[in-house]
């Protein structure tokens, strides 16, 4: 039931039967400040519950809350937060994300799931990943401006030089002899190979390892920057082997396994975080191009019909705004209402899903870099 953020947006935006349940809850990591997360939890399924007798019948609305109260009632989850949940149900869908940033408490019954707050903390330009990397092991955090938390490796990726290599691991290679009279001469070692050679070796072979797996299980499908952490000679030697295409040039200069977790996020996102806002930087002035010439629009309308017509290759939604409306999802037409409204949504919120569904990029940016009015801002394919 509760799973890892990296399975959004496939699951999300899969085509569910309404109605559709989304939950929102700032939580807290650790005691006594999660104590009051149940209660605020309960309380905010309640409002489910309100918005959902106002259409539907009390059956129904029995199957769909019972997992959100089994949930209030799992203690065991409640003493593992961190700092954020969304839980969505639908007929037959359940699912509960652990976030690692903060959102605002909200329940919303619609036609559709609530999920611009998950879209913002999947920014790529605010996310990263940290592989922390010594010749004897390796870890994998992921980050926020806020939080850095470790994350599990793929089963498919060994973890330390041990299970890496196993047997076929260097050994020194030495010959014994004695030397003297009879056989109680003093024993004289001859190493054939240099054993600094040899762990040279097994480390080029471990870093290779790592990079493919990385790589393959976890950069790829998330899409997310990677920051090595790791001392300057292990910098050297694993970027000089690494096809990583998500590597960043700049990385954390240091032992990682002598950093604490508080002191690796510091030194993480202050290296992060020139270059993650310098993409974003790059993203704005794409549009801004792209506008001079006819490809790019910050007009509602206009951008709502493009999402249906699957036009949008980029798009930028105000993560303060919300605008309340349902989307005609054949000809991009859109009415006005309230989000109370359990057949009513958030309309930038729609809007996102179409682009994701037909395969643009959606980024949820502060009002203060949004480059439009309207709460929303289009790149066009065409």
Known sequence: MNARVSDYPAVILASVEPPCLSLYQQTHRHHPENQQDPIRFRNLVKRLEESLQMK??????????????????????????????????????FKVYRLQEAVKDIAVVSESFYTKPLVRIFQSYERYQVLALTRNKARLFEGTKDSLDEVELDGTIPVTLEEALGDEKSAPHQTVASYGKGSKGPAMHHGHGSRKDEAEVDAERFFRIIDNGVFDRHSLPSGLPLLLAALPENQGMFRQISKNSYL???????????????????????????????????????????????????DLEEVAKASVSGKI????????????????????????????????GDLLDDIGELVLQKGGNVHVVHSDRMPSLSGVAAVFRF
């Open 313 to 344: 290759a980029t798009l930028f939604i105000d993560s303060d705004v919300q605008v309340a409306g349902y989307l005609d999802k054949v000809n991009g037409t859109f009415t006005l209402d309230d989000l109370n409204n359990p057949e009513i």
């Open 56 to 93: 539907y019948p009390k059956r129904e609305i029995s199957d769909l809350i019972k997992p959100f109260y089994a949930l209030a009632d799992d203690h065991r989850f409640w003493n593992h937060t961190l700092d954020g949940v969304a839980v969505f149900g639908a007929p037959g869908m």
């Open 248 to 298: 960043m040039q700049q990385g954390i200069d240091t032992n990682p396994e002598a950093l604490e977790n508080g002191k690796m996020h510091a030194k993480a996102w202050a290296s992060f975080e020139l270059q993650g806002y310098e993409r974003l930087d790059d993203l704005l002035e794409a549009y801004g191009d792209a506008q001079s010439k006819g490809l790019g629009s910050g």
